[in-house]
Each structure stands twice: as structure tokens, then as C-alpha cells.
């Protein structure tokens, strides 16, 4: 698994979501690469990582936690925050505190869970991989995008970064929608030992801010932190995202 290293102070790891690599969080560099070390990762099958590793999250924690200092920050966006929450539960003493950017314990709505998308947007992605592979990941990508302010030429870069390092592999993307789909980690939210933060997008289309609350509320040392954007809060709200993150760090001091 490829993972980029820069920056000085504390680490801090760097999960992304489905369809993108570690570039995504371009935005944020500046911002924190004066106080931290960064781990930009690349997840299995996408960006630099083309090795074997199936895009599992049993698998992929594991193979991050050997990877990464321990007392690191680990912030995972979107699907990346399954991965992110999956390590606290397999090591919490490895990680000294998590921050979930877009990203709830179950992405799915139903059994008792009414914050989810419906299970058919993502059925409908996977059967658009075999379709058009391009068009499905634009498509998504707008999806991300909306309730943002990002304008055309905005998008269009966008667009091009998720393919910078070579189109993200099929069995990975099938895979991490298979990871969307199924993965329930509510349970695992109650029982976190270290700080964490929830930062929800108020106009994201992906993932429900209220599923965001929930978690904040449920996990022991939880905060919950909604910005005026859509799914990507780090495009737009660079900044901001990154004084959260400094204000988690203090916290887990």
C-alpha cells in the first residue's frame, strides 16, 4: 500500500474515499503540514497502491496499523472513515484519536436506521462500473461534489485527480461498494477510547449529517462539527477543517 510522507510534528493519517487516492487532501496540506507528519494513504486498488490487497476492512486496517506510527490521528473521509473505524476497534491503543469527515458508521439506511442512502444508489453504481466505468465514477464524483461551491472548472479538476495516478482498479471500486453496503459499525461507536470528532457537511448528498450527531453522541469523547458544505468539506472549508483537526489534537494531549 502506497503511502506519502511529508510535513513535521505528530502524525497524522489520511484515509480518502471511494474512487479517489491520498491527492484529495491536497487542499489541507497546507494547512497542517507545519504541525504534523502526514501518512497520505493510498487505499488498496486505487491511486499508487497496485499491490494485492484486497480493499477489505479487515485486511486494510491491518495492513494500515503496521504501516503507520502509533499515537497517530487518524482522519478518514467518507468510505475511508469505515477503514479509520475498523483500526480504533482492532487497536485503540495504537490510535490517539479519530476524526470522521463525511463519513457515518453505516451508510446504509434500514434495520432501525433511517439516516442511510437507500441501498439502490449504490446498486445502481455497481452496475454502471460494468457499463461505463468513466461515466459512473463522474457521476459519482458530481454526487460528492453537490451542495459544495465548486464551480465547472472546479469539478472538471476534480475529475482529472481521481485519475492522476491511472484509473482506480475495478475489483477495488467493486469492492469498496461492497464496503459501503454492508458495513454496520454503530456498535463499535459506544465503545471508542479515544477523542473523536464528526465533521458533517450541512448540504451533503452522501451522508446525513444526523447519522453524523448520532455518532457524536453515542462515542464517550465525541464532537460533532457541521460546516456549510456538501460532502468534500475539506475543498472548500480547508481551514476551517483544519483548525478542527489541530482542536482534536489538543484534545487528545
Not at 502524525?11 to 491520498?22: C, E, N, R
Not at 477489505?56 to 495492513?63: G, K, V, W
Not at 455497481?126 to 465547472?152: H, K
Not at 448528498?205 to 464532537?223: C, F, I, K, L, N
Request: proline share 6%; glycine share 10%; net charge neutral.
Amino acid at each position: 500500500m502506497f503511502i506519502r510522507t511529508l510535513g513535521n510534528g505528530p502524525p497524522l493519517v489520511l484515509i480518502h474515499g471511494w474512487a479517489m487516492h491520498g491527492g484529495v487532501f491536497e487542499p489541507l496540506l497546507g494547512h497542517l503540514a507545519h504541525d504534523f507528519t502526514i501518512h497520505l494513504v493510498d487505499l488498496p486498488g486505487h491511486g499508487r497502491s497496485r499491490g494485492e490487497l484486497e480493499l477489505a476492512p479487515h485486511a486494510t486496517a491491518d495492513a494500515l496499523l503496521q504501516r503507520v506510527p502509533a499515537g497517530a490521528i487518524w482522519v478518514g473521509w467518507s468510505l475511508g472513515g469505515l477503514f479509520a473505524l475498523k483500526a480504533a476497534a482492532r487497536a485503540p491503543e495504537r490510535i490517539r484519536a479519530l476524526a470522521a469527515v463525511a463519513s457515518s458508521p453505516r451508510f446504509v439506511a434500514g434495520d432501525g436506521w433511517d439516516f442511510g442512502t437507500r441501498p439502490q444508489v449504490f446498486e445502481q453504481f455497481a452496475a454502471g462500473l460494468a457499463q461505463d466505468f468513466t461515466a459512473t465514477i463522474e457521476r459519482f464524483l458530481a454526487l460528492e461534489a453537490a451542495g459544495s461551491s465548486l464551480d465547472a472548472a472546479t469539478l472538471r479538476a476534480l475529475e482529472a485527480r481521481a485519475f492522476e495516478h491511472g484509473r482506480p482498479s475495478a475489483r477495488a471500486l467493486e469492492q469498496g461498494l461492497e464496503v459501503l453496503q454492508a458495513a454496520d459499525l454503530r456498535a463499535v461507536v459506544g465503545t471508542l477510547a479515544m477523542p473523536s470528532l464528526w465533521l458533517a457537511g450541512r448540504r451533503d448528498r452522501m451522508v446525513s449529517p444526523a447519522a453524523m450527531r448520532w455518532a457524536a453522541d453515542a462515542a464517550p469523547s465525541g464532537r460533532y462539527l457541521e460546516l456549510d458544505t456538501g460532502h468534500m468539506p475539506f475543498l472548500t472549508e480547508s481551514g476551517r477543517v483544519a483548525a478542527a483537526l489541530r482542536e482534536l489534537a489538543a484534545r487528545a494531549a
